[in-house]
């Protein structure tokens, strides 16, 4: 009995000195004990599980309202990177952690159903918590910019300000995308409006 205790003392004194290396990934929570195999439990996916380059692929509808209706659908493509070692707090909260450009182009129809179409440029800056990113203070500064054709019309400026993406994964490379921001038309005259964008995200 006493040579059995012993095993067991010894045991338990040789595992508590050999600590396991553990991480968050798309998996969930794993860990992997010295010698031994990688050791998984499932969680929901996050933003924080996907460091570095990655682009992003997104189909939705886009509307404006205000003095310029319009209304249709639109297709965008983005390129982004996220950082791997997280600043401070407030520095997160300013400057975001994942950077990228994103491109737009939208078809649709005025309020006089003229058709129309628009191409746009955007620089964001985001922050990933869990299952949802949202942008920091840089990333709702930072403006949109475009050119927009419409029928019977010369070609004329956009310009997308106040912007307030939010994004919710819904699985690992999936996301429901929302978004409202304010607009301004540069026509014959200013016209000033509300873009209100949704959709869905591909992850690349």
């Known amino acids: 009995m006493r040579r059995l205790v012993a095993v067991v003392w010894v045991a338990t004194l040789v595992s508590s000195s050999a600590h396991a290396t553990c991480w968050q990934d798309e998996r969930g929570d794993c860990c992997s004990p010295p010698g031994g195999p990688v050791y998984c439990t499932g969680g929901s996916p996050r933003w924080q599980a996907n460091p570095g380059v990655h682009g992003e692929v997104s189909l939705g509808v886009a509307s404006i309202f205000g003095e310029r209706r319009e209304g249709g659908g639109q297709f965008g493509l983005g390129l982004r990177y996220r950082r791997e070692m997280e600043p401070t707090p407030l520095r997160t909260l300013l400057f975001g952690l994942e950077h990228g450009v994103e491109v737009f182009g939208d078809v649709g129809r005025t309020r006089g159903s003229r058709r129309t179409g628009s191409v746009s440029i955007r620089l964001v800056s985001d922050i990933g918590v869990e299952r949802i990113r949202f942008p920091s203070v840089l990333g709702i500064v930072l403006g949109e910019v475009g050119i927009v054709f419409t029928e019977g019309r010369a070609k004329v400026a956009r310009y997308h300000f106040a912007r307030l993406p939010i994004s ?37």
Request: proline share 0%; charged share 20%; hydrophobic share 55%.
């Open 168 to 204: 919710i994964l819904l699985a690992r490379r999936l996301a429901l995308h929302g978004e409202v921001s304010g607009v301004i038309t540069f026509a014959d005259a200013r016209e000033v409006g509300v873009s209100l964008r949704v959709g869905l995200r591909l992850l690349l």
